[in-house]
C-alpha cells in the first residue's frame, strides 16, 4: 500500500509566525523538528495500518524543510523548489491514498494561522465550482485526476473544515485551533503526533471505504487577484478568462489541466514580483 503525503509547515502545532517557517527565522530549525515528527506520525500510523511504501513531497518554501534520513517508513523524498506539479509532485495513479500534512487556511479564510493560497502576495481568493478553495481543496484536483482518495489532512480547525466539501471523507487531525492569522491555540507536540498517528492509522484502516474526491466536471476555478498587474498577468495564460478588474476565471474539463493552468499563474505571478 502506497500513500502519497504533501507536507506544507503552517499547520504544524505551535507554528503560529512568519519567523517559525522561514529558513532566516532563529526558531526555524526547531519547528522543522516538530513538522518532522508531525510527517513522521502520519506515516507510522499509516504503517501499522499496513501501508508499506511511502512518497513525502515536501511542499514548503523552497521545498527543503526536512532531514531526508530522519523520515520514517523509509519513505522516499522528493524535495527542492522547482516542480511543475508544485505540491502534488510525484502523486500518479499508483498510490492508495494522499495524505496532506501541516496544511493552512485559505488566505481569505477568517482568522486562520498564517492562512494564504500559494503565494499571499498576488492571491485573494480561489474558489472552485463557487466553493472556497485553500491548498488543499486545489490541490485535491490532482487527487481526483489520478483517481487517488485524500484521507487524511493535519492543521487547524479551519484546514479541517475547508477540505470537507472536496474530500468529505477525509479524517482531520485538527492540532490547534486558530486565534487570528498570528495566534493559536496548539495541542502539545506529542499529543500533536498521538492525534495524526491515530487518524493515520484509521484512515487507512478504512480505505477500503475511502470516497474519491467530489469535483463535478467541468470544473470552474475563480481566481481574485490582489492587484490588476497580477489579473493581467494571469488573463495572458491560454484558457483563463478575465471576468473582473482583479478576477480571472478557468473552465476545464480536465482537474489535472486546470491546477497545471493555476500553477502557470502562479509562477508568473511569483516572477512579477521576486
Ligand atoms: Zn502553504
Redesign the pocket.
Known sequence: MKIFISS???GTAGVVDWDHVVATGPLYPYYCELLTNEVNAAIEGAMRAGADEFLVND??SKMANLKPSELAGSARYLSGRVKPMY?MQGLDETFDAVFFIS??GSMSSRGSTLS?T?FPTAFAQVSINGIIAG?AGINSLVAKAYGVPVVLITGDDTTAREIAPFAPGARAAVVKNSISRFAADSMHPTAACELIREQAFQAVSSLGAAEQVVLATPTTMEIDLRTSDYADLASRVAGVTREDTLRCSITQESPLELYRTFITIVLLCRGLTE
Open positions: 506544507d509547515m503552517e511542499s514548503h505540491m496544511y493552512h494564504h500559494y491548498e
